[in-house]
């Protein structure tokens, strides 16, 4: 089992910048495939990035492709995303998740569904 802690959210100005942080303890980190997910009020949890255990392949919702980027560090057992260019639509709660992975099938998981393991969420809010 693995336990996700969230950092960095924050009240921005748009086309500021913000980097979120996840820590992970427990289980080796580097079993897990790791996702960023958001979820604005009234609306469904959204996908916004993945990259796999090893850190060579990254994932992007449409929405955010070429402003946020994911990438991870194994030995600090934590995953990153940067998000620049912020618009008050990227306003959400941001959630990391963890998804044990085989080392034979480093993939990438972008549903919500594959994840086995949630943190608490950071609270995200750019105002115009």
């Known amino acids: 089992q693995v336990q996700l802690v969230e950092s960095g959210g924050g009240l921005v100005q748009a086309g500021g910048s913000l980097r979120l942080s996840c820590a992970a303890s427990?289980?080796?980190?580097?079993?897990?495939?790791m996702g960023w997910f958001r979820q604005a009020p009234g609306k469904e949890r959204e996908f916004v990035a993945a990259?796999?255990?090893?850190?060579?392949?990254?994932y992007y919702a449409d929405s955010v492709k070429g402003r946020f980027t994911i990438s991870r560090d194994n030995a600090k057992g934590t995953v990153y995303l940067q998000m620049n260019s912020l618009k008050p639509e990227d306003t959400a709660g941001y959630y990391c998740?963890?998804?044990?992975?085989?080392?034979?099938?480093?993939?990438?998981?972008?549903?919500?569904?594959?994840?086995?393991?949630w943190g608490q969420g950071t609270q995200v809010t750019v105002s115009s």
């Open positions: 998740a963890a998804k044990e992975a085989s080392v034979s099938a480093d993939l990438i998981f972008t549903r919500r569904v594959a994840y086995d393991y």
């Open positions: 990259i796999n255990r090893s850190g060579g392949s990254t």
């Open positions: 427990g289980r080796t980190f580097s079993r897990y495939a």
